[in-house]
């Protein structure tokens, strides 16, 4: 049986160009295990999935060695599991020497080793690469005064008006936010801002 796993994270959205590559392998979608977290959170249950349904002698594609795993010792631990205790087949498509078929005698399985151990430090150097572009550029948008986030919802003129019939029971919550086109939590951050203010 031929599977296909796809990982996205917030530093790298790249799940349409995996699932291409993989669809142009004829993967049906139902072997296609997709895994999407944060860079905080690396819980994988679709990969959890993905390895209670291999079995011995299975094909697994991946598009970059950097989909096992989020660091050197990961990527090398995932690899070794599958291919030696569970005994399927991996191939990178980014990287067709990483191609576990072929190589089935002793000097083939080193020399595959290797390959994936340089490739394996290669991918975490360049995700921490990654990691502190991000940041020094979010740094200096931010010393530039760019900020980021949802901009802050616009109240309407007549807010000031319609706060003051809210506090006097004249207009309930309902209304009142029906009428400004806010949230409940931004309606009372608002005030909570406004309280703030005259207070000062």
Not at 178 to 200: D, H, L, M, P, Q
Request: aromatic share 8%.
């Amino acid at each position: 049986m031929t599977y296909g796993y796809v990982r996205v994270s917030t530093l790298d959205q790249n799940e349409e160009r995996q699932l291409r590559e993989l669809e142009k392998l004829e993967i049906l979608p139902e072997n296609i295990f997709i895994d999407k977290q944060s860079g905080k959170d690396f819980e994988r249950p679709q990969y959890k999935k993905l390895l209670k349904r291999i079995k011995p002698g299975d094909l697994l594609y991946i598009l970059s060695i950097d989909r096992l795993g989020r660091n050197y010792e990961e990527i090398q631990r995932q690899w070794r599991h599958l291919t030696k205790e569970v005994g399927i087949d991996i191939c990178v498509i980014d990287m067709p020497i990483l191609d576990t078929r072929p190589y089935k005698d002793l000097l083939g399985t080193f020399v595959s080793d290797l390959i994936l151990q340089v490739l394996s430090f290669v991918a975490e150097n360049e995700r921490d690469n990654i990691r502190k572009r991000q940041a020094q550029g979010i740094a200096a948008a931010k010393a530039r005064g760019v900020r980021f986030g949802r901009p802050k919802a616009k109240l309407p003129d007549e807010f000031p008006e319609l706060l003051q019939k809210w506090k006097k029971h004249q207009i309930s919550t309902k209304a009142l936010l029906k009428e400004c086109g806010v949230s409940e939590s931004t309606f009372y951050r608002r005030v909570r801002e406004k309280k703030n203010i005259n207070k000062k």
